[in-house]
Nanobody
């Protein structure tokens, strides 16, 4: 079992930045690929970004490419999402996800509880 706890969400003006953190506990963090998904009101949950278990590859949705950066610190069992140049359409609940193995799929093994990000125009 893995527990994921997100933090760092909040209210920010368009053009601003936020950094989300996801702290993992319960199993060997380095065995898991990690990712971030988001769900806006009235919309389905969507993929945002992911990083492999080794950290050697990252993946981004086209909508966030060049603005968001995912990283991991295995010593702290934490994955981060640095979000820059935020837009109102980035407003959503952001969920951390973990999947045993090299990559994250659309059905991760574990989810965090989510953290709200609101971008005002």
């Amino acid at each position: 079992q893995v527990q994921l706890v997100e933090s760092g969400g909040g209210l920010v003006q368009a053009g601003g930045s936020l950094r989300l953190s996801c702290a993992a506990s319960g199993r060997t963090f380095s065995s898991f690929a990690m990712g971030w998904f988001r769900q806006a009101p009235g919309k389905e949950r969507e993929f945002v970004t992911a990083i492999t278990w080794s950290g050697d590859s990252t993946y981004y949705a086209d909508s966030v490419k060049g603005r968001f950066t995912i990283s991991r610190d295995d010593a702290k069992n934490t994955v981060y999402l640095q979000m820059n140049s935020l837009k109102p359409e980035d407003t959503a609940v952001y969920y951390c996800a973990a999947q045993l193995g090299r990559v994250v799929t659309i059905t991760p093994d574990y989810w965090g509880q989510g953290t709200q990000v609101t971008v005002s125009s």
